[in-house]
C-alpha cells in the first residue's frame, strides 16, 4: 500500500498550487494576447481620436467612449469608495454584535449575488424616471455605485478583519482616541486588501454593460456634462459585436480596453502604497 509522508505530501500540494497558478497566468495571457493581436491592426490615430459615425460598418472611431469611460469611472469611484469604506468600518469597528447587524451583513452579502440587469432595471426607475437624471452619465455611475456597495463592504470588512486586534489594543493604551486609532494605525494596516477592492470594483464597473445599457442610452456623441448620454467602452463593444460587422474594431476597442484596466491598476496601486506611507508616518 502506497504511503505518503508529510513531506510528500506538502510536494505534491505545492506542485498542484504551482500548476494552477500557471494555467490560469496561460489562460489570462492568452487571452489578452489573442484580444491584442486581433485588435493591433485596427490601431491608428483616426480611431482614438474621432468619434464613432455608427452604420453597420461601424465607421468612425472611439475618442466620446474613452472620455465617456474616464467620466463614469472616475464618478462612481468618487461616490463608492468614501460610502463603502466607511459602511464597512462601521460594521466592523462601531457596530454592535446583535440581530440588526447581521441582518444588514447578511442583506450586503445578498445584493453581491443580484444580477446587473435588476441592478440597472432599478437605476432606471429610480435615476432616470423619478429623479429625472434622464439617460445620463450620473445615473450610469450612480447605478453603478449601487451595484459594485456590496463589492466594496464585503472586502474592506475583511481587510479590516485581518488587522490584529493587538492594533487597537497599542493605540487604545498610547491614548488615542477611536477615530485616531482607526485612521492612523488601522486603516494604514488594511490598505492593501482595501486596495484590492477598489481595483476589483474599476475593474467591473469597465468592464460593466448590462445596467448601463439601461441607464446611459448608448449616445455615442461626446459628452459635455454629467447629465450628458453616452457609452462606456465596454457598451461600444458590446454595440460593435453585435449591431455591425465592425469585429475587427470590436477587437481594437477590447485591446484599449485592457490597457485603460492595467494602467487604472497599476495607478490605484501606486495611490495606495503612497497614502499607505503618509498614513502610518513614512515619507
Not at 500557471?22 to 491584442?36: A, M
Not at 466592523?92 to 451583513?105: G, K, M, Q
Not at 459585436?241 to 481594437?252: F, L, P, S, W
Request: aromatic share 10%; glycine share 10%; hydrophobic share 55%.
Amino acid at each position: 500500500m502506497l504511503k505518503f509522508t508529510s513531506r510528500s505530501t506538502q510536494k505534491v500540494a505545492f506542485s498542484l498550487l504551482w500548476t494552477a497558478g500557471i494555467i490560469t497566468l496561460l489562460i489570462l495571457l492568452l487571452i489578452i494576447g489573442y484580444i491584442i493581436i486581433r485588435g493591433l491592426p485596427g490601431f491608428s490615430w483616426d480611431f482614438l481620436f474621432t468619434p464613432p459615425a455608427g452604420g453597420l460598418a461601424g465607421d468612425g472611431g472611439i475618442s466620446s467612449t474613452i472620455v465617456t469611460t474616464l467620466y463614469l469611472v472616475g464618478l462612481t469611484l468618487l461616490i463608492l469608495v468614501p460610502v463603502g469604506i466607511g459602511a464597512a468600518i462601521y460594521l466592523v469597528e462601531y457596530a454592535p454584535d446583535n440581530r440588526l447587524t447581521r441582518f444588514i451583513r447578511y442583506g450586503v452579502q445578498t445584493l453581491a449575488g443580484v444580477p446587473s440587469i435588476l441592478f440597472g432595471l432599478f437605476g432606471f426607475a429610480l435615476f432616470v424616471t423619478v429623479l429625472h437624471f434622464r439617460f445620463s452619465i450620473l445615473s450610469g455611475a450612480l447605478t453603478l455605485a449601487c451595484l459594485l456597495l456590496p463589492v466594496l463592504i464585503t472586502a474592506t470588512e475583511e481587510a479590516l478583519k485581518t488587522v490584529p486586534r493587538s492594533y487597537r489594543a497599542g493605540a487604545m493604551a498610547l491614548g488615542a482616541t477611536k477615530w485616531q486609532s482607526i485612521t492612523h494605525v488601522i486603516l494604514p494596516a488594511a490598505l492593501p486588501g482595501i486596495a484590492t477592492g477598489v481595483i476589483l470594483c474599476a475593474g467591473r464597473a469597465l468592464g460593466e454593460t448590462a445596467c448601463l445599457y439601461v441607464t446611459m442610452g448608448g449616445s455615442a456623441a461626446m459628452p459635455d456634462s454629467l447629465l450628458s448620454g453616452g457609452r462606456s467602452l465596454a457598451l461600444h463593444v458590446f454595440y460593435l459585436a453585435t449591431e455591425t460587422n465592425a469585429i475587427d474594431k470590436a477587437m481594437a476597442t477590447a485591446a484599449v480596453l485592457i490597457v485603460i484596466i492595467v494602467g487604472l491598476n497599476a495607478l490605484t496601486n501606486f495611490i495606495s502604497r503612497r497614502f499607505q506611507k503618509r498614513m502610518s508616518g513614512g515619507v
